[in-house]
């Protein structure tokens, strides 16, 4: 599969009708309820251990970033799974904390990964459903691109969006993860259309607008705290809000 080149200093909107709109997920459609780290603690009080939660937090973010260096993409292309990486990610956070027990390590990693497949773990946000409602009435046909593990089809069908979608399409699954244009193209095959015909929506300027544009699709900043100014996304690309997404993709549509 040829690989496109990322270009960081333009991404220009493509030309051509709209079909498709493809989605990433976290942060985008929905957001984690509470930390990570309050989660483990969580299970682990189920099991009469009593952690502090903010040490929980900081020993979670160095063993994530950690594994994310040495284990991109949930290790997939260093035989491990989505499943096997988080619990290691788990046991290794909590080992930090000075827990050591096996069965205890085994059981609390084993709950929270199958948990975060429940909707009472995430909140969707205000904007998204109408959003995704909105976007289908005008004609668009939708699908997912996420650097998510393979519990995401179960995420978005406990949080009630999946009807939404025509496809889903994590990075394990794809065995490549964004900001890769190779996603984008497995996700074109599954559009069966080119990629000016298609918009994708993310919070992410790297992995979602930058690497999208770089795949010739119409890239679509979602900047929820104003971070990025006009100068680095031109103000047809990007928007603070999903409730703005529709008049901006109807402005593509009738280019």
Request: glycine share 6%; proline share 4%.
């Amino acid at each position: 599969m040829k690989r496109l080149p990322l270009d960081y200093s333009t991404v220009m909107l493509a030309k051509g009708p709209l079909r498709w709109v493809l989605w990433d997920v976290k942060d985008t459609l929905m957001e984690v309820l509470g930390s990570a780290g309050k989660q483990y603690c969580k299970e682990a009080e189920k099991l009469g251990l009593s952690l502090c939660h903010a040490e929980v937090d900081a020993a979670f973010e160095r063993v994530y970033r950690d594994y994310s260096c040495r284990y991109p993409n949930y290790g997939k292309s260093q035989g491990l799974t989505g499943q096997t990486w988080w619990m290691k990610v788990v046991k290794d956070t909590l080992s930090q904390c000075r827990v050591q027990d096996p069965m205890v390590l085994n059981t609390v990693a084993n709950n929270a990964y199958w948990n975060f497949r429940n909707a009472t773990n995430w909140k969707i946000y205000p904007d998204a459903k109408p959003a995704l409602e909105r976007c289908s009435s005008l004609g668009l046909k939708l699908g997912v691109v996420s650097n998510f593990d393979d519990r995401l089809e179960e995420v978005l069908r406990s949080c009630g969006l999946l009807s939404y979608f025509s496809f889903v399409i994590s990075s394990e699954e794809a065995g490549v993860a964004k900001p890769s244009p190779d996603i984008f193209v497995q996700a074109l095959q599954r559009c069966g259309t080119s990629a000016d015909n298609v918009a994708h929506v993310g919070d992410h300027f790297v992995n979602d607008y930058l690497a999208s544009g770089s795949a010739g699709i119409h890239g679509i900043l979602l900047d929820r705290h104003n971070k990025y100014k006009e100068a680095e996304v031109p103000q047809e690309q990007r928007i603070v809000s999903l409730e703005e997404l529709p008049s901006r993709l109807q402005q593509i549509m009738h280019q």
